[in-house]
């Protein structure tokens, strides 16, 4: 039996890692849990660089609070969240090296310190970014499969072949027109300019000093994303974020490659559009047609609960989870029907499970029905009323009783059925509301 073509298993935050604090909102800092429980339940690991949590200061203050942090806890719980840590044999001071064993997020701080840059700045962290650094260590300590060393599973050197692909891209023409469109205050010498210097990190350090005075080089001499952003910092503001734009888009790219992994883009970070041939990877083929799934949360659904790692553990684990990650990988003309109709199933269930029925009591009935009140009061002073004006027959009574039990009754009833189909309102809601959260898009159509 021939087998269907199957894409990437893991997903890359690369969005977060181009501008997190751009990605997280402090208001809204829920959606950024949504994301990482749907894509959770699509892709079998979700991949996230130990630096893009270092620096950002918006996730380092929504999940420093102690109530946060015990959800940052139930994150790693689900089992697919990785920190993708700094290699140890990287990190060019053996107190760095010593410390990355047991504490990969300090050193990696610490190392970001001293030897680069936030992107065209130094680093000096909040006191928020030190205790969400802290608290990350305990949290890997306890989970071993939660962290690994980026470029563990390929022998794709990624800063090599990021000086590679900037040059490839920036001096090949027929990249040009896109550069130029898709980022803003690019100019062609300025392309020109950058190529060389991707090719001559020498020639990037000297431009640095000559306008900045002080520059970071690396410290084995490497061109990377640092050296790449000073040298943009060294144009005009424009052009500076127009080229740091690039700059991580090709980084992204390159990055994914290396992880074997799909990226994830938005609004702050580009797609790399990659010419046919021109893969950073020599044995990797483009299939005919890529679908990738993207996720774009609400700011309605609702207030994330605790325990919500169970649930999400308990869908992945079970058989509509293991289907939906399944077609999601393919990569043929025919998967598009296949994910959606499994992505509807999980929508199904993670709503079913996340809205539980609750019992309805007669007793708590009557005593929340605002009716209940009305009609009791009303029945008191009527009968006080009719008491007060005799002579009133047997067959009065009964037919007063009747008409406000009747009354009472059909208060009880309606009450009784709006209890017990609200759950069932309020699952199929939020399975629409998760039904539009994740979109099948194709990424990739190559001839």
């Excluded at 709006?418 to 990739?444: G, K, P």
Aim: net charge positive; hydrophobic share 40%.
């Amino acid at each position: 039996m021939e087998s269907k073509p199957s894409g990437p298993a893991a997903v890359v935050l690369n969005d977060f890692a181009a501008a997190g604090d751009r990605v997280i909102s402090l208001r809204h800092w829920e959606s950024f849990v949504w994301e990482l429980m749907l894509y959770s339940l699509l892709r079998e690991e979700v991949l996230i660089q130990d630096e893009a949590l270092v620096l950002s200061e918006k996730f380092a203050r929504a999940f420093s609070p102690r109530p946060r942090g015990r959800i940052l806890d139930e994150l790693f719980d689900i089992g697919s969240l990785v920190v993708l840590k700094y290699p140890r044999e990287a990190y060019p001071d053996p107190d760095l090296q010593e410390r990355s064993v047991k504490f990969p997020m300090e050193a990696r701080s610490q190392y970001i310190q001293r030897h680069t840059t936030r992107g065209a700045k130094l680093f000096s962290p909040t006191q928020d970014q030190l205790q969400i650094c802290g608290h990350l260590d305990r949290i890997l300590k306890d989970r071993p499969s939660a962290h690994r060393e980026t470029g563990e599973h390929s022998t794709i050197n990624v800063f090599d072949v990021f000086s590679e692909r900037m040059v490839k891209v920036l001096s090949d023409r027929r990249y040009r027109s896109w550069l130029l469109a898709a980022f803003p205050g690019t100019t062609e010498r300025m392309l020109c300019e950058f190529a060389t210097y991707a090719a001559e990190p020498d020639e990037a350090i000297r431009r640095i000093f000559e306008k900045c005075k002080t520059a970071r080089p690396d410290p084995q001499g490497r061109f990377t994303r640092s050296i790449a952003y000073q040298v943009a910092e060294t144009y005009g503001k424009r052009q500076a974020r127009a080229m740091q734009a690039v700059i991580q888009t090709v980084f992204a790219y390159v990055f994914d490659q290396r992880e074997r992994a799909i990226g994830r883009y938005s609004s702050v970070l580009r797609e790399m559009l990659l010419l046919s041939g021109d893969s950073a990877d020599e044995n990797d083929t483009l299939p005919i047609i890529t679908i990738d799934a993207e996720v774009r949360i609400p700011l309605y659904l609702p207030r994330v609960q605790p325990g919500f790692s169970a649930i999400i553990r308990e869908i992945r684990e079970g058989n509509e989870g293991k289907r939906l990650r399944a077609a999601v990988r393919l990569r043929d003309t025919r998967a598009f029907e296949e994910q959606c109709d499994a992505w509807k199933a999980v929508a199904a269930l993670l709503a079913r499970k996340a809205v539980p029925s609750k019992p309805c009591k007669v007793v708590g009935i009557l005593a929340s029905i605002p009716y209940t009140k009305m009609l009791m009061t009303a029945f008191i002073v009527e009968t006080a009323y009719w008491l007060g004006n005799p002579p009133l027959t047997p067959e009065f009574w009964k037919c007063f009783a009747g008409k406000r039990a009747i009354a009472l009754g059909i208060s009880i009833a309606g009450d009784f059925y709006r209890r017990i189909t609200a759950h069932w309102y309020e699952r199929q809601e939020l399975r629409s509301m998760l039904e539009d959260a994740v979109n099948f898009r194709c990424t990739d159509l190559t001839a």
